[in-house]
Structure formats: C-alpha cells, structure tokens
C-alpha cells in the first residue's frame, strides 16, 4: 500500500466508519484556539510537537519532524529529553530507526516565510516547554 492509499483507508477510512456507527469524533489535540492559529494555520504536529508529548493525549511524535523537517524547524534534538527514564523507552530505538532511514524527498518545498513562521511558532513552544521544566524542577 501507497502512503496515500494507507491515510486514505486507515485514517480517513476509520474516520468515516466511525462517522457512520455514530462514535462521536475530536481532535485528540487542537491550537485553534490560539490566536496565532486563527492567522496563520500551521500543523501542530510540527509546531508544538513538545507540548502535545508532554500533555499526554499525543504520545508520539511524528517521524517526518525526526527525519526529513521539511520546515527546519530548530532544537529538534529536545525530543530526548521528553521521554522520562521510567518509561521503559529506550531513545537508541528511535536513533536506530531514523539511522535505518533516510529522508525523504521533499513533496513541497516550503517558502522562507513558511520556515520562519515554522520557527517561531516552535520557538514559542519551546520556551513554554523550558519554563514548565523549570518550573516542575523547582518543586
């Protein structure tokens, strides 16, 4: 199966066949109440990929942020540093991983206004992110 035809048939598909039986839907995680979202529409797994890890309701992150960071977005390396020592997880598996596969091609190729607002928008999560450690270390 194509990474298409698996969106379409896995993501989109369940979402229909949830639909269809009357399983009330939402998003797991959603920005669009932030004003800066209302604006400038930007994929939150991209964006705030730290606070919705730390929140709990999104307990992965996406590989495309890992390996291919079509928007550049910086400090990409934080994504160790939110995986607690008891969990069990071991970070190597995801270096392992992203070591056995390459980036892909871009489909896209995002403007330089697109990349800053990328950043920005990061950098901002990125600074909540450092103040709520610091915060929680301070207790």
Do not use: C
């Amino acid at each position: 199966m194509s990474r298409d035809e698996i969106i379409w048939h896995g993501e989109l598909g369940l979402s229909v066949a949830l639909k269809a039986a009357n399983i009330p839907l939402h998003a797991a995680w959603s920005d669009l109440n932030a004003p800066m979202a209302r604006f400038f529409p930007a994929n939150p797994m991209h964006t705030h990929w730290r606070e919705m890890v730390q929140s709990g309701t999104v307990p992965f992150l996406k590989q495309e942020v890992l390996r291919d960071n079509p928007f550049r977005v910086p400090h990409l390396a934080d994504w160790r540093a939110l995986i607690p020592a008891e969990s069990g997880f071991n970070p190597e598996w995801i270096d392992t991983y992203l070591s056995q596969h390459p980036p892909r091609p871009l489909s896209f190729h995002p403007t330089w206004k697109g990349r800053a607002l990328y950043g920005f928008i990061n950098q901002l999560d990125r600074l909540k992110w450092q103040k709520d450690r610091r915060q929680g270390a301070a207790r």
